[in-house]
């Protein structure tokens, strides 16, 4: 039968293992969510960022490219805006290159834009050539740059997206039941560590007759408040996880999809006055684009829908990336930001439509004019307005965005350092709590 030092000293040596054991448990813990954040938010969630930033480069080079060739008067703005785009799109494709944590997932798609860039870049050159030469086959070689541009480009860019999209969308499922495990595990190991400090104090009231012991007691508070700190900070880390990824993440997302379809839509506006054989496949790729990018409900006009996005009501059947981003304001200024760029998206689309009656009626060169000008009421303005709306409202989630990515972090640092000390303090008290009574046996 053991003696009371002998159980003294096997609980001592418990409390001492628990001690040791909650600790390596919080600095898991705050290891697993230090790793979510950095997959979320500096891995995957920028390398998404940069394949739409890639896509809508190129989307633009296209635009830039059929404006080129379509209106003479304006071809010189046209290729400057080219070339500042390709530089774009190079330095856009070395940083993707640079932030390649998913082998070939993301490699594959990296090697295609550059190449394929340089494909393009290629196949424009001899179109331009042939253009300035005035050979009239410049359209087929347009037409297959073009092709190329569609069918092999930014399809690469969309399949960065997509391999960092699965990875974000993985790790961030994957660390909600993490984080719940670290928790539970955090509180097990705690009732553990308590328990065993709890019996020392009954032991010890009950085989030595003491009152409560202070260095016990002070352990057990060391105890509450470290799991209370723990759980407090891991609870504000999946807080701000939630934050970057589903209130400003999600609305970034919706919004450089739309930034790159929309470049692309822009191009096919071009290419249907441009390509005149194949107007019509043009139009309906515009349309395709335009509605995946916004499409009001049948019968909502542009002022009916602006005055219920500005006020917060959602409007039944209003689909798009526009749409979604409308849906998902959570921060200041984001509601009035959003709903301007609906507000120049929509007044966009009214000057495509004079574009349209105007070369359905024959009259070519006003079309022409109408879509490649830069003036108040023509297209290139309406767009530039649209974008710098859209970029602004991307500013003020983007900003979010880092906030809580860079929050999250404080939240788990130094748990490295806080965790041994806490244990160690424990342990501590747990010795010189018990030293003078296991003395008294040793030392009758």
């Not at 001690?19 to 969510?33: D, N, W």
């Amino acid at each position: 039968m053991r003696t009371t030092p002998q159980w003294l000293e096997t609980g001592q040596y418990a409390t001492f293992g628990a001690a040791a054991l909650l600790m390596i448990t919080v600095v898991l813990g705050a290891r697993s969510h230090r790793q979510a954040m950095q997959a979320v938010g500096k891995d995957s969630a920028p390398s998404i960022i940069a394949a739409q930033h890639i896509r809508a480069a190129l989307a633009d080079m296209d635009a830039n490219a059929a404006n080129e060739l379509l209106d003479d008067r304006t071809s010189g703005a046209a290729r400057k805006a080219y070339e500042a785009r390709r530089k774009e799109a190079v330095e856009s494709i070395v940083t993707a290159a640079q932030n390649i944590t998913y082998g070939d997932a993301e490699l594959i798609p990296v090697r295609k834009l550059a190449y394929g860039l340089g494909t393009y870049t290629a196949m424009m050159q001899r179109a331009r050539d042939l253009h300035e030469a005035g050979d009239r086959r410049f359209i087929a070689e347009w037409r297959a740059a073009a092709q190329y541009m569609d069918n092999t480009v930014l399809p690469a860019a969309a399949d960065l997206d997509k391999a960092n999209r699965h990875v974000l969308d993985d790790i961030y499922a994957a660390q909600g039941r993490a984080s719940l495990l670290s928790i539970l595990l955090t509180l097990l190991t705690a009732a553990l560590l308590l328990a065993l400090l709890i019996w020392l104090q009954w032991f010890l009231m009950e085989r030595t007759r003491r009152t409560l012991n202070p260095l016990l007691l002070g352990a057990s508070v060391v105890t509450v408040f470290f799991v209370a700190y723990t759980l407090s900070a891991f609870r504000a880390q999946d807080r701000h996880l939630r934050i970057a990824k589903e209130d400003a993440f999600e609305s970034i997302h919706a919004l450089w999809q739309a930034r790159s379809v929309s470049y692309s839509a822009n191009s096919d506006e071009s290419r249907y006055l441009l390509d005149r054989e194949q107007a019509d496949s043009h139009q309906n790729a515009f349309f395709a684009k335009a509605y995946r990018i916004a499409r009001l409900p049948r019968g909502t006009n542009s002022s009916a829908a602006l005055s219920m996005a500005g006020q917060g009501t959602r409007l039944q059947n209003f689909t798009g990336y526009l749409a979604d981003e409308l849906n998902n304001i959570t921060f200041e200024g984001e509601r009035e930001a959003a709903t301007s760029t609906l507000a120049r998206y929509l007044e966009y689309m009214e000057i495509d439509a004079s574009i349209r009656k105007l070369e359905q009626s024959g009259k070519h060169a006003e079309a022409v004019a109408l879509c490649t000008g830069s003036q108040q009421g023509e297209s290139n303005w309406a767009f530039d307005r649209f974008d710098t709306a859209l970029g602004k409202t991307l500013e003020v989630n983007q900003r979010a965005f880092d906030t809580a990515v860079e929050a999250g972090f404080r939240d788990v640092s130094g748990f490295e350092v806080i965790a041994p000390v806490a244990a160690l303090a424990i342990a501590a008290l747990t010795f010189f709590g018990l030293k003078p009574r296991l003395e008294e046996y040793r030392n009758p």
